[in-house]
């Protein structure tokens, strides 16, 4: 097995950076490299180190002067939402029903679920992402297509198709039984083949009933070790609707607390809107709550307040994401640009190794895949993304004014796109260069 040695300014955190100058909280090298062998990282640090760990067969690539990092991680995306990011004029349920569920619905067809996969996965690796947790659609299908394609692609991935059988079109719902049975045959084929995780993903309370609320609770209960995902607390028309048909909770977390979804790998998209019993009952659980920031202000949802999650006696987990195609953007970088202006709102600031903590180890921690991915500690996947601050004219010129490595991060997170993202390692794969155009 050939091993390849990375050259360039690696960066990688050990914990969450509490201020600016908290230099401890995170590994940077000027001179950096990283050894990759059979997917991994062998081992990670001061190139002239490295470099003597490495033999003479090692494939070396240079990329100073760029940035390597983890590759990003994306806690909350929908991929049958490719061809409705954009659209126009709606809040979330008006949204769902004109635009989402319609689209939704083409993936009966599973080709369509094929194509849209690929080209979902191609649009992550290119933005630097190399792990997502996505909503698939209510069709079986649809998963067996995300999941061929990231198993293909040796990417670690988390999904599961979304269970829903009340309040959306016919061509869109499963029902409790089908739902059970068709979840449990994704795990039994996808769940730990490779690096496939699969994810108990009940829609929302609202799209499904009390039955298949418990055929939820059921399967998390047969299956601890999985995930669980789904949306809370995004919208006031959402939470007024769910206190209609759940008339006997004493608020929305109440619905997926009694049906047994908190929990350590529960994943709740968006949660704006918690009250302090709310927020006690997703943190004394260790669950987590999904910052959405590019949805939120699309949507007109309401503002995170990210600060007060964490700073509360019980903080929150948090992971970030970018929730496409309720989200605007696939770009990672772009989602805590605009996560820096939706904490402004509320009167405070992400200081830039803070945002890229969150989209590393940050995310990597809250999905419970810190051990994997999310760092450049050795023995953990070679997932990477390579940066470049001065890949556009406006960059090049700001950076001609950046003097420290602070400064570097935000003009990255504030002005960067794709196209900033040099190159991209899966499994130690160079993986955005090989992307077929
Ligand atoms: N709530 C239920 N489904 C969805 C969805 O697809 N997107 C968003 N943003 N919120 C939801
Ligand atoms: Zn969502």
């Not at 795990?187 to 690096?195: D, F, L, M, S, T």
């Not at 796109?417 to 260069?433: H, I, L």
């Amino acid at each position: 097995m050939t091993s390849t040695l990375l050259r360039g300014r690696t960066l990688t955190f050990l914990r969450w950076p509490e201020t600016i100058d908290d230099h401890s909280a995170w590994r940077y090298e000027e001179d950096g490299g990283l050894l990759i062998s059979d997917g991994r990282i062998v081992a990670s640090g001061a190139y002239a180190d490295i470099e003597k760990q490495a033999g003479d067969g090692a494939r070396r690539i240079d990329h100073r002067p760029h940035l390597i990092l983890p590759g990003f991680i994306d806690a909350h995306v929908h991929f049958p939402q490719m061809q409705i990011i954009a659209s126009y004029g709606a809040e979330l349920l008006d949204w769902l029903n004109k635009y989402t569920f319609p689209e939704e619905t083409k993936f009966r067809d599973a080709q369509h679920g094929r194509r849209i996969a690929r080209l979902f996965l191609d649009e992550m690796v290119r933005h630097g992402t190399t792990t997502v947790a996505a909503y698939c659609s209510v069709h079986k299908a649809s998963a067996e297509a995300f999941f061929a394609e990231s198993h293909d692609r040796n990417m670690l991935n988390i999904a599961g198709k979304v269970m829903m059988d009340r309040n959306a079109p016919d061509g869109l719902l499963d029902t409790s039984q089908s739902g059970y049975d068709d979840s449990k045959a994704l795990i039994a084929e996808w769940h730990g083949k490779g690096r496939q995780l699969y994810s108990i993903t009940p829609r929302f309370a609202i799209t499904s009933t009390p039955e298949q609320m418990e055929m939820a609770g059921t399967l998390c209960r047969e299956h601890p070790d999985l995930h669980m995902q789904t949306h809370l607390s995004e919208n006031h028309a959402e939470i007024a609707f769910t206190q209609e048909l759940y008339p006997w909770s004493r608020d929305y977390t109440d619905v997926y607390e009694r049906y047994g979804l908190l929990g350590q790998k529960s994943l709740f998209g968006h949660c704006i809107h918690l009250s302090e019993r709310e927020a006690d009952a997703l943190s004394s659980t260790g669950s987590v709550a999904v910052f959405c920031p590019t949805s939120n202000l699309f949507l007109g949802s309401g503002l995170f307040d990210y600060q007060r999650y964490r700073r509360r006696d019980r903080a929150l987990r948090i992971a970030a994401a970018t929730d496409v195609g309720g989200g605007t953007n696939y770009s990672m970088l772009r989602t805590m640009d605009e996560g820096y202006k939706v904490i402004a709102l509320n009167g405070e600031k992400l200081n830039p190794f803070q945002s890229f903590w969150q989209l590393t180890r940050g995310n990597a921690e809250a999905l419970s895949v810190a051990d994997k991915v999310g760092t450049l500690e050795a023995g953990t996947d070679a997932d990477i993304v390579v940066l470049d601050a001065r890949v556009t004219p406006a960059m090049r010129l700001r950076m001609e004014t950046v003097g420290t490595l602070a400064e570097e991060l935000f003009l990255l997170q504030t002005l960067g796109d794709d196209r900033a993202v040099r190159e991209v390692y899966v499994a130690g794969r160079p993986a955005k260069s090989t992307i077929a155009i």
